[in-house]
Nanobody
Framework: QVQLVESGGGSVQTGGSLRLSCAAS????????LAWFRQAPGKEREFVAALSNDGTSTYYAGSVQGRFTISRDNAKNQAYLQMTSLKPEDTAVYSC???????????WGQGTQVTVSS
């Protein structure tokens, strides 16, 4: 069974950086579209970024455009979210997701907590 496991979350101060990782196991990682979502306490889950299976197409939420970078290494079955210039409003549980097409994600990780303090 395919699984996604996130890591790399933690606590940083405003302006800091973190790199999240998403490790996939048990499936054909290279054909999947990948995405990152986040959910803050009391708020709905929101889209952060997405990346095509070959890495040539990327999409970002306006709130993270220019600060976050999504990438993948198909040889290692890993996806990444490099986050810079972090703000307190970036505080959330970040989850990676995979699917066959953009917007239709059928596999989700359990999430990793990111906390940004002012």
């Amino acid at each position: 069974q395919v699984q996604l496991v996130e890591s790399g979350g933690g606590s940083v101060q405003t302006g800091g950086s973190l790199r999240l990782s998403c490790a996939a196991s048990g499936g054909t990682f290279s054909i999947a579209v990948l995405a990152w979502f986040r959910q803050a306490p009391g708020k709905e889950r929101e889209f952060v970024a997405a990346l095509s299976n070959d890495g040539t197409s990327t999409y970002y939420a306006g709130s993270v455009q220019g600060r976050f970078t999504i990438s993948r290494d198909n040889a290692k079955n890993q996806a990444y979210l490099q986050m810079t210039s972090l703000k307190p409003e970036d505080t959330a549980v970040y989850s990676c997701a995979a699917g066959i097409t953009f917007g239709r994600y059928t596999l989700w990780g359990q999430g990793t907590q990111v906390t940004v303090s002012s």
